[in-house]
């Protein structure tokens, strides 16, 4: 039998691994609604890239993509995962850069994404970025 103090100490453990347990859910669950409007339904690419695992699914993504900042451009998104996008852009933008987006999939549906240049590769008729998603920056 355990003491009191033994079982006290057990359930506050337990107690604060379900609290963590239940705001990773909730951190996940806000990530997923929030980029469930622009993946599209359906399988995931499990490609690799370079040899090494991917951190996240890709999804292949048929939308419009208008850069609002810095400066103006258009392209189409290549792929979306839950940390970022693929895109394919008409002009480059340096790593590290900040940039917010409109992402346009369907005529009657946008969303405007943040995301910071993680690398950039020029293209005969254009630009290939891959962007991570970050948070809006303050007003």
């Not at 480059?92 to 850069?97: A, N, R």
Request: proline share 6%; charged share 25%.
């Amino acid at each position: 039998m355990f003491a009191p103090s033994v079982f006290t100490e057990r359930a506050n453990k337990a107690l604060v691994n379900d609290q963590a347990l239940r705001y990773l859910r909730h951190a996940l669950t806000i990530a997923v609604d929030r980029l469930s409007s622009i993946l599209p339904k359906g399988g995931a690419d499990a490609a690799l890239h370079r040899g090494a695992r991917r951190r996240a699914r890709r999804w292949a993504l048929d939308a419009e993509v208008e850069l609002l900042s810095p400066g103006r451009g258009s392209g189409l998104a290549i792929n979306a995962s839950v940390g970022g996008l693929r895109i394919a852009l008409d002009r480059g933008v340096p790593i590290d850069e900040a940039c917010t987006l409109r992402v346009r999939t369907a005529p009657d549906h946008e969303t405007v994404e943040h995301a910071r240049v993680v690398w950039s590769k020029a293209r005969p008729d254009g630009y290939v970025l891959g962007l991570a998603f970050i948070e809006p920056p303050s007003a």
